[in-house]
């Protein structure tokens, strides 16, 4: 099968499509013909070598992915051979014409494969801290950084709980954060002072997404550092004693995967494609990801 793979760590150079032998499901595995793959920071993060997720080279890159079923590993039950699915790639090997994946779900009916490929490590990341922040009806939410992949889903996910969202972003990105349900406010210099505006007593909690060193503002906005989960900020949690969010460490939201759909359904969830990449084209979309400046995800087409 054709595949993405790095030899070395590096910058987005050096990805290179590959022949590999093509995988076969074990217990509790489903092989799928892909046909769309997303794009995270965190494929770039392994990619520099920042994180390695035991990752030994040549490694192959790629988590969130939508196929059609083509084979059934023992014991599974849950889905069926030419199913449309989507979830998270095992191995980090989602790059390629076929992937194998224990945590999966029915993709919604109204979805096609390159939006249902955007959502499984954003799903899966948000859903995390908003339980790790106990979001719940009458929450009033702070997310910094509200207007990428986890951003957005971050956003609308607790607006589904009955929680109120501030939402911080570009000026530019307003508009998009109000029809996701978001109170929006711009990033830099008074942004606490902006969030107070709207909330004078402050959060119950605050989501870093974008990291930024903003850890201190936002605890002071929510009250203690208990009440904040960063997402991008490693450095700084250590420093300020607030929670950084690792589904390695912590458990996953995978649950996520099996009830979004009713929120899509309902027309309650949607996150947005930036821009598509042919499978050849990964490394200008590695750039455009590395960029900062992308609503939504970005996602490659892989057949």
């Given amino acids: 099968m054709k595949a993405v793979q790095f030899k070395q760590y590096g910058g987005p150079e050096v990805l290179e499509l590959v022949d590999l032998p093509d995988p076969h499901p074990g217990p509790g595995q489903v092989r799928i013909a892909v046909r769309a793959t997303g794009i995270s920071a965190t494929d770039s993060k392994v990619r520099r070598g920042d994180l390695s997720f035991g990752a030994q080279l040549p490694q192959t890159t790629g988590a969130d992915v939508a196929g059609v079923v083509d084979e059934l590993g023992e014991g599974v039950t849950d889905v069926a ?7 998270i790639s095992d191995d980090q090997a989602g790059a390629a014409e076929f992937a194998l ?32 922040l106990h979001v719940t009806a009458g929450t009033t939410l702070f997310v910094n950084g509200a207007s990428g992949g986890i ?12 929680a109120r969202v501030i939402g911080a972003a570009s000026a530019r990105n307003s508009g998009y954060l109000s029809l996701l349900g978001a109170e929006p406010v711009t990033y830099g210099e008074g942004m606490a002072d902006r969030v107070r505006a709207l909330s004078p007593d402050g959060v119950d909690a605050a989501l870093d997404v974008a990291g930024s060193g903003v850890l201190p503002e936002l605890i002071a906005l929510a009250g203690d550092a208990k009440n904040v989960v960063t997402l991008a900020d490693f450095a700084g949690a250590e420093q300020h004693g607030v929670h950084f969010s690792n589904g390695f460490v912590d458990g996953t939201g995978f649950h996520a995967l099996a009830t979004v759909g009713e929120l ?10 930036d821009r598509t990449f042919p499978l050849a084209g990964i490394a200008d979309a590695h750039r455009t990801s590395e960029s900062g400046h992308v609503r939504g995800r970005l996602v490659l087409v892989v057949s």
């Avoid at 051979?81 to 979830?87: C, Q």
């Avoid at 390159?114 to 339980?131: F, M, Q």
């Avoid at 899509?264 to 494609?273: D, N, R, Y």
């Fill in 101 to 132: 994946l224990t945590f999966r779900a029915v993709i919604p009916p109204s979805l096609g494969f390159v939006d249902a490929a955007g959502i499984p490590v954003a799903l899966e990341t948000a859903t995390r801290s908003l339980d790790q």
């Fill in 151 to 162: 951003g957005s889903t971050a956003v609308q996910l607790a607006v589904a709980r009955g």
């Fill in 81 to 87: 051979l030419g199913d449309r699915v989507f979830g």
């Fill in 264 to 273: 899509i359904e309902a027309g309650k969830f949607w996150l947005p494609v």
